[in-house]
C-alpha cells in the first residue's frame, strides 16, 4: 500500500510543500536523494496513509503548492 510523504526545501527562496508518494525516487521512503542531508535545507513529513492526510499537513505548514511532477500522487 502506498504511502505519502511531504518535502519542503527551505534551501530556495519561495519554495513550497510537495506531496510525494514513498516510492517516488525522488522521496525514497521520506530519505530523499540525499538521505544525509541536513534539516537546515528542508525537511520531510511523513509518512501519510492517505493523499488527503498529506495534503491537510501541507495546508497546515502554510506552504503547499503542488503534487510530485514526478509520482504524480492522487
Known amino acids: 500500500m502506498a504511502t505519502y ?3 519542503v526545501d527551505w534551501h530556495v527562496p519561495g519554495y513550497q510543500a510537495r506531496v510525494h508518494l514513498s516510492t517516488c525516487p525522488f522521496c525514497n ?5 540525499h538521505p544525509h542531508a541536513r ?8 509518512p501519510f496513509a492517505t493523499f488527503q492526510q498529506a495534503y491537510e499537513v501541507a495546508q497546515q505548514l ?3 503548492r ?4 514526478h509520482c504524480k500522487p492522487a
Open 39 to 46: 534539516y537546515q535545507y528542508g525537511r520531510w513529513y511523513g
Open 29 to 33: 521512503e521520506g530519505k530523499g536523494i
Open 5 to 7: 510523504h511531504i518535502y
Open 62 to 64: 502554510g506552504r503547499y
Open 66 to 69: 503542488r503534487r510530485c511532477k
